[in-house]
C-alpha cells in the first residue's frame, strides 16, 4: 500500500491563527480525503480532494474555514483558518488507490489550540 | 443515509483469548464494503480486514476473521490468541462503491488485551 507521510505530526497554536497541514503520497493517487477526530470520538470526513477540481466538502464543513488544495497526484494540504478550542482535534488524510479500494491513512496531526 | 453502530465502547480479553467486536450497519444498497481498522496509541489507522458485501464467505486475515450475516447487517470481527500489540481502538467502516468512496465509521471500540 502507499505510504503517506503527513506534516506536521502535532502542534500548539494560539486561537485566531491558522495552521496548514501537509500531505505527501510516494504514489499517485485519484483521490485523497481528509478527516477529523475530536478527542476520542469517531473519524468525520471533512471533504474529499481530487487533482483538477474543488474539493467536495461533507455537511458542517465550509471551504472559508478548511481551504484545501491539491496540486498534484500525489500531494495535498488542509487548512484549519481561525483557529478556536473547538478545533482541537486529530487530523488525518487518507488515500484510495481506485474506485471501490480502501483507504490507507497517514499518521495524523495532533492539533492543540490554546 | 448508511449508518454505522459499535454498541460495545470498551473491550477486554487475556493474551491469548479470543474475542469479538461487534458492528451492525444500515442501509438499502444491495452492493458495498466494509472495513474494519485498527487505531493503536500511536493514532495511525490500520486497516485490518475488508469484506465485499456480494461475497457470502467471510474474509480471513492471519488471527482476524469476521462474521458478516447480510441479512442481519452484522459484521462483527473475531480476533484469535489475542497479543498485547492488538491494545487499541478498533472501528467499523461502511464503503457504498461509486459514491466517492466515502467511509462512513462507528463510534469504535476500545479493546484493552491483558497479560
Known amino acids: 500500500s502507499a505510504v503517506i507521510s503527513q506534516k506536521p505530526s502535532r502542534d500548539i497554536c494560539q486561537r485566531g491563527t491558522s495552521l496548514t497541514i501537509q500531505c505527501q503520497v510516494d504514489?499517485?493517487?485519484?483521490?485523497m480525503f481528509w478527516y477529523r477526530q475530536q478527542p476520542g470520538q469517531s473519524l468525520t470526513l471533512i471533504a474529499t480532494a481530487n487533482q483538477g477540481s474543488e474539493a467536495t466538502y461533507e455537511s458542517g464543513f465550509v471551504i472559508d474555514k478548511f481551504p484545501i488544495s491539491r496540486p498534484n497526484l500525489t500531494f495535498s494540504t488542509l487548512t484549519v483558518s481561525n483557529m478556536s478550542p473547538e478545533d482541537s482535534s486529530i487530523y488525518l488524510c487518507s488515500v484510495s488507490g481506485g474506485s471501490n479500494q480502501p483507504q490507507h491513512f497517514g499518521d495524523g496531526t495532533r492539533l492543540s489550540i490554546l | 443515509a448508511q449508518t454505522v453502530t459499535q454498541s460495545q465502547p470498551e473491550m477486554s480479553v487475556q493474551e491469548a483469548e479470543t474475542v469479538t467486536l461487534s458492528c451492525t450497519y444500515d442501509t438499502s444498497e444491495n452492493n458495498y464494503y466494509l472495513f474494519w481498522y485498527k487505531q493503536p496509541p500511536s493514532r495511525q489507522m490500520i486497516l485490518v480486514i475488508r469484506q465485499e458485501a456480494y461475497k457470502q464467505q467471510n474474509a480471513t486475515e492471519n488471527r482476524f476473521s469476521v462474521n458478516f450475516q447480510k441479512a442481519a447487517k452484522s459484521f462483527s470481527l473475531k480476533i484469535s490468541d489475542s497479543q498485547l500489540g492488538d491494545t487499541a481502538m478498533y472501528f467499523c467502516?461502511?464503503?457504498?462503491?461509486?459514491?466517492?468512496?466515502?467511509?462512513?465509521f462507528g463510534t469504535g471500540t476500545r479493546l484493552q488485551v491483558f497479560p
Open positions: 504514489s499517485q493517487v485519484t483521490m
Open positions: 467502516a461502511f464503503m457504498k462503491p461509486y459514491d466517492t468512496d466515502k467511509l462512513i
